[in-house]
């Protein structure tokens, strides 16, 4: 390489080109020395380092030349924005890549081989898994906007001697209701657990419990029933005190004695959102299937609607045949017909029978229905609305037409749109 030669700089990861520059022997020699992309500049006829003001450099990884020898291939990570106007290269914004997931690999592994207390990801690896697998699952699901209003989560941990089982479930309401039900040894945290609550769920009924089982203390039914022979004993009864009758002293004795176990806020807190997670996992999945079904459902519609249109042409031009004759054998014999004025009627009369908007209108809502389905936000009261408006549109088309094929694909497009009202109705 001889004299300055153009240096066209590729992100090493991404692929994407960053920016050109021109580079001589000594810019080439310091980029290789210093690890930082160094160019020639030719108005300030000195070294100038990429970043030297800004801070944003470029970290060099590779160099190569083309094969004519008069043009260099720059490779590098680039720390911050390349271009000066504040964007990711000099050539606009670029195309999304999935060269990117090599860069998210090597995140992962950094975040497994080097377990930071602050990372989720780190707390991930450490919890095991089936933690693991459970996240993945949840991310997938985060393309899925149709969201159910049922769901259920459920998580089991044991504290010192006592199993605390939290448990969350969902149900179909118009409103929000949130009802918690908590054992007394966890009742002062129900605002902290109402709060959380409301982050993750809205528009339904939501039954949450944090329960702690009842266990069988052996030793303590024991040790009760020592100290009632003892006392029958020293009251001159020889006789071993029955169950029934040492029942209720026995249950008081193991209440008196407690649960003791110190259940902590950050503890509960971590169940919950173990809970509430599974929760909007399983209404995220039950949401994918009713989207299905409604997309099956819409396209029964779109092809229930074709036969309509298809009939309809028939229907008008036959209409219109029927009216002439019937028009004629009335007239018959009358000497003077105007022509025009009867052909005008007879097309009057003819696009009061027309159902071409109607059917343009349905097909929009359809277009829109499926439109809702794939946003990107779960809308329940929308699909509500659009299915009354196809209802609303299918009744006119129905009222109009005198055909029966019409009449009977009208039927069929109003029970799909019936059992579309019954699945929306579990949407949030």
Request: hydrophobic letters at 40%; charged letters at 30%.
């Amino acid at each position: 390489m001889e004299g300055i030669v153009p240096a066209v700089v590729q992100h090493a990861r991404t692929k994407d080109v960053l920016m050109v520059g021109f580079m001589n022997e000594e810019s080439v020699y310091k980029t290789i020395k210093d690890k930082k992309v160094t160019f020639w500049s030719r108005s300030k006829n000195r070294l100038w380092r990429k970043g030297e003001t800004s801070g944003n450099f470029l970290n060099f990884v590779n160099m190569t030349l083309d094969c004519d020898r008069d043009t260099l291939l720059v490779q590098a990570i680039p720390t911050g924005d390349t271009c000066h106007t504040g964007t990711v290269t000099c050539f606009g914004n670029p195309k999304k890549s999935l060269i990117f997931l090599d860069e998210l690999y090597e995140i992962i592994s950094e975040r497994k081989k080097n377990i930071n207390s602050k990372s989720y990801t780190s707390s991930l690896f450490v919890r095991g898994v089936d933690k693991i697998a459970q996240k993945v699952g949840e991310e997938a699901v985060e393309v899925i906007m149709v969201e159910s209003m049922t769901g259920y989560g459920i998580k089991e941990v044991q504290f010192l001697d006592t199993v605390v089982v939290v448990e969350a479930k969902s149900l179909n309401s118009r409103f929000f209701e949130i009802n918690v039900k908590l054992s007394k040894e966890v009742i002062y945290f129900e605002k902290e657990v109402r709060d959380l609550i409301k982050n993750y769920i809205s528009r339904e009924i939501l039954r949450g419990s944090s329960d702690v089982p009842i266990k069988v203390n052996e030793k303590k039914i024991l040790e009760a029933f020592d100290v009632l022979n003892r006392i029958s004993k020293l009251c001159g009864n020889e006789e071993r005190v029955e169950l029934e009758t040492a029942m209720p002293f026995i249950l008081k004795f193991i209440e008196d004695d407690g649960i003791k176990f110190d259940l902590k806020w950050s503890d509960l807190h971590y169940l919950l959102v173990d809970v509430l997670e599974q929760l909007v996992l399983t209404r995220k999945k039950e949401g994918e299937g009713i989207k299905n079904e409604l997309l099956m459902r819409v396209k029964e519609i779109e092809a229930h609607l074709f036969k309509i249109e298809s009939f309809s042409e028939l229907s008008i031009d036959h209409r219109k045949i029927k009216m002439r004759k019937d028009l004629s054998d009335l007239l018959l014999g009358v000497k003077s017909v105007p022509m025009d004025r009867l052909d005008l009627e007879i097309l009057i009369m003819s696009k009061n029978l027309d159902i071409s908007e109607e059917c343009q209108r349905l097909r929009s809502h359809n277009n829109f229905f499926i439109e809702l389905l794939n946003g990107n936000k779960s809308e329940g009261r929308k699909f509500n609305f659009l299915v009354q408006e196809q209802v609303r549109e299918i009744n006119t088309i129905a009222s109009k037409s005198q055909n029966v094929e019409i009449s009977k694909y009208s039927v069929l497009i109003k029970e799909e749109l019936e059992k579309m009202r019954e699945q929306i109705q579990n949407i949030v």
